[in-house]
């Protein structure tokens, strides 16, 4: 299996380097290492002769779903595996997915368990994000529970599903991932081979507030695609989507936002009339 790692990055050279060491450490090597850097301004473009042998791209600042994508369009390996700066990816990381993927060739798409890290401790995972990897659409319903860094993916799978959606500045893992399993098997190799950090500012789960309200974008989405949702998933995205327009409801009366209130009450009472 020939593998290329995209590495999508902005601003974050002192911790590119430690990314990119963890892939050249690791027991399976890939075929090639692309660093996208999304318009950085710190010294990020220096990576180039940190690592001579790293593919380095230059872009205008225009999103982590450009960078990703970019990546893919630049690849020229069948198999892609995602890297987010931040993160650090065990030794074997590559080799178990490998080894997973030459036992089932039918499955295009795997992912790992991950261990979390905030000012250098490890920190405990709330349940509620524990991998089970029965049913990768019901259990990325709710919120992202595939981390980008742990995926290995078949490039037919963007050709068939499509690539990350550029129009979302965040959940775009959380986008594509559900579109893929609607139409195609997402297994999880059961090992923590990842180690997310957390606790730097420039994170962008931290950005925005309120992140349902960009879940519910692909959640209405996929709502229109009636070739391909059959009646089981429909209730389940209606289900959940009801859920999160609630809960965006209760959070736009306690802070007044009078524009929310009526964009929200307004989509309850569509479900009631349904």
Known sequence: MQI?????????YALLSRAINSVLS?????????????????NTRDIQSDF???????QENSGVSSARNRGIKSTSSEWI???????????TKLEEQV????????????????TWIRDGMNVKIPKKFKKIGKDAFAENLSYCNIAPSSSLIHKN???????????????????LWLRISLKSTIALVDKKL???????????SFKHW???????ITLENLLRDEENLIPEKRELIEKELLKKYTLLLKGALKHKRKQDIKTYEEKIAEFRLV
């Not at 309120?210 to 519910?216: K, N, Q, T, V, Y």
């Open 26 to 42: 690791q027991t399976y090597k890939p075929i090639e290492i692309i660093v996208v850097d999304d318009g950085s301004t710190d």
């Open 157 to 175: 799978l963007f050709k068939s599903i499509g690539m990350f959606d550029e129009a979302l500045e965040v959940c775009e893992d959380y986008d």
């Open 194 to 204: 990842i180690k997310k950090y957390a606790g730097h500012a420039d994170q962008l």
């Open 81 to 91: 595996a995602f890297l987010d700066s931040d993160d650090e990816w065990l030794p």
């Open 4 to 12: 290329t790692v995209v590495i999508p990055t902005y601003n974050r």
């Open 210 to 216: 309120g992140m349902d309200r960009f879940r519910i």
């Open 99 to 114: 080894v997973f993927h030459q036992e089932d060739s039918t499955i295009l798409m795997s992912y790992t368990d991950e």
């Open 52 to 58: 001579p042998s790293v593919i380095y791209i230059y």
